[in-house]
């Protein structure tokens, strides 16, 4: 090596960082060693041969405790890098089978918490009805949230969401602008809003539904696609909730103004508001250029949590198969217009105790051309 070469080496080799060494943290990540037939740990003489032979320069900065300044060699920089990297140069220097290999004194087994469980259970019941998980930032234009980042990296996503809609509504507007069709996505993340005691957060969950639910059908239509009804969205979402034993009650809800004021409804679980359902209102639909029908859905995580916790959600039951033959019956009333089905259910639920299985709604008239007196069916 040429002098100028040998000053350049020296030089960087000053200009090279060093890693601070402890050996007690050595001795709480290697363990012990086998000396015969006792157990010992690893000396600081020994870590500082080891060090040495690979070319490292090792300064004492405490005595007592036995703490190294390090200098690592140039053409080790790239692989040395931090505490744990001269830890494993030693333990693999040192000989991997020399280190005690007794399993610790007390293990546990490993588990899942319950809201872990519930969230894979929602995902796998999503995805089972057509649905595609997608997960975006929790970041947004300032605009769209109340609590905003003190420094953020980009002025554009400065503030933290306070719902998900709003991300899959732009995922699926997206989606359509490069060509790949309606995006019938959810998400399961984390929503962010302000509140009397300071920032607080929760879980929450969302989907958007649209477009032709069985695209390859189209040649009997004649090339040209159906929009996803309401009935159809509502029908996903239900198959999803009732995989997971929950059966939902809809009220009129007005709330919300990116929903259609007269198709859009709010979900409830035993007395327990669980979020809501609904048509895109026709004004975003035409400004952000979606479909003719979009769907959506926003849930509460922690209300779906506290109904699947209890005992009876979540243990199986065995039903036995009834010795006798389904029966169905057709029931046609009179009602006013401002009646919900919801009630009418409930009042047939209860007339049939447990011996009625489900009751469904399949027809609605309105005109002027009805019977005088409202026919009569047999239960």
Known sequence: MTGQALADARRDFSLTPTIELRLERLHQVLGPIWRGDDADYIQAPEVEQILTALGCELQAIAEERAVWQVKIPPYRYRDLEREIDLIEEVARLYSYDRFCDQLPEKTEPGYLSFAYQVRQRLRAALRAVGLTEVVHYSLVKPEEAS?????????????????????????????????????????????????????????????????DLFPQGRWTRGGKGAPLTWYEAKGLLEAALGSLQLGVEYQPDRADERFHPGRTASLWLEGKRLGRFGQLHPQLRQERDLPEAVYAFELDFEVLLEMLEREDAITPKFEPFSTYPAVERDLAFFAPVDLLVTELEKTIRKAGGQLLVGVEVFDEYRGEKRPRRPAQFGV
């Not at 003190?150 to 933290?160: G, H, K």
């Not at 709003?166 to 995922?171: E, K, M, N």
């Open 147 to 211: 609590i905003v980042v003190t420094n953020p990296l980009f002025t554009e996503y400065s503030a933290l969401r306070s719902n998900l809609l709003s991300g899959l509504i732009d995922a699926f507007a997206y989606n359509l602008s490069q060509g790949n069709g309606p995006l019938n996505a959810f998400e399961i993340e984390r929503v962010f809003w302000r509140s009397e005691d300071g920032m607080e957060e929760t879980d929450a969950i969302a989907g958007i539904m649209g477009g």
